[in-house]
């Protein structure tokens, strides 16, 4: 798309890790943003080593992007129980930002196995504060939403949350300028409270976030989930002069195959 | 993109029907067949009566599509055990093809909630009687392909399949004069027999095939399953002076609310 500089630009923060959905996850959300104008993609991986088929497939869409290393911490990694799932991830990412991004610029966090219609994009360019619009596929309600009601000045006040749920990772969007201004801001490694710790942090206030999605009626973006596929072992010795060793040699790299 | 009128065009036969999960999958797949020139998309619903927000996401997809509706006959709907499913959508787009479609124009069978790199459409775009080539996330060894072997004349040679599963629904493509010249292809009503009887009403022998991807050692493709949300029920009396009435409304059209 054509490329207006002195629009904000939009980093999109995507964690990922090792799996055999990793790369069709990417591939899919990957062509979906090659739609997006002044879209800059931070993927930053739960590894200790740079992934080929991940730099292969960034370089084949050919858009701006950023890749990361970033491995949880060993001590939440052997520890029991829910994990805090990509916070390290997006630290680097929030860091990275941080020194790279310009003030008018604007933060998203994207799941790797997520739905967005494109259009999200262009309600979140010129968040100010802390933009808010529903997540679809969370919860009892299936939606995470922020409740707003108009006020007197006729303006539009959130009131809470449907359910009291949590903000979805995927429910919020942050001006780089309003991050940088609080030099605190992080995202805790407390798993179920990562987003809830994160705003929080940035010392938020109703008047900052801005009702996006026509004042939250509508879902732009789904919590959607794939199904895991579980890594198999195969026998090919009888496959010596045709493809299938060249396609097992792939499908071992996608960790699709062991 | 650009289009060059000589290009032969890609039909991409996409069958759909109503959940919850239908619009974030045509959404994110739509999204990816925007990026793909000479594309014309076929979405043909498991419905009676046209569903509006099927065609508002066409519309603001804004590429050239083709709406069917092709109810499964009652006959196969009450039958119980396995059901054909999307064989009366596959059935009607293919109709519709033989009757607009040029000789020179390809069709390739695409669900909803597969993963496609759309490099694939480079491949099959001048597919001569039928492409074939690896789908991911198949049956015990996490792929269905053909097994290509070179012969003497150094051209190659498909001599079955891996671990003999059929040919996957998305693992082919066929040009639209080819299609013509059987007046008899037909997709039949057999669950699990689908795309067999299908190639088979083609009558193709070895050496129609043209293996695809690198003669069949990537995959472009990937038969991704995408978790199903129940609807639910939901009490919103005390929501009467906020978004919520309106988010609501949004989301029982998209039958996540019941």
């Known amino acids: 798309p054509e490329e207006d500089p002195s629009l904000p630009k939009i980093y999109v923060i995507t964690p990922t890790y090792g799996r055999p959905e990793m790369i069709p996850e990417l591939t899919r959300l990957g062509q979906s943003l090659l739609l997006v104008p002044r879209l800059h993609w931070i993927i930053a991986e739960d590894s200790y080593n740079c992934t080929d088929i991940i730099i292969d497939l960034l370089n084949s869409l050919g858009s701006p992007y950023t890749y990361l290393l970033s491995p949880m ?84 006040m959130i009131v809470g949350m449907v359910q009291k749920i949590a903000v979805d990772m995927g429910g919020f969007a942050v001006n780089v300028g309003f991050l940088r201004e609080h030099v605190n801001a992080t995202m805790p490694y407390m798993a179920g409270y990562e987003e809830d710790g994160f705003l929080k942090s940035l010392n938020i206030s109703l008047n900052d976030i801005e009702p996006k999605a026509e004042i939250c009626t509508k879902i732009l973006v789904w919590h959607t989930k794939t199904s895991k596929n579980k890594p198999t072992s195969v026998n090919i010795s009888k496959h010596t002069d045709d493809n299938i060793i060249g396609l097992v040699k792939n499908m071992k790299k996608l960790t699709v195959i062991k």
């Open 73 to 156: 911490p060993k001590g939440y990694r052997e520890k029991k129980g829910a994990k805090p799932k990509g916070v390290s991830n997006r630290r680097a990412a929030l860091d990275w930002i941080k020194e790279h991004g310009n003030d008018q610029d604007v933060l998203y966090f994207l799941d790797d196995d997520n739905t967005v219609n494109v259009k999200l994009f262009d309600e979140i360019r010129f968040t100010k504060r802390v933009s808010m619009f529903p997540v679809g596929f969370i919860g009892d309600y299936r939606v995470s939403s922020p409740i707003v009601k108009k006020d007197k000045s006729l303006d539009f």
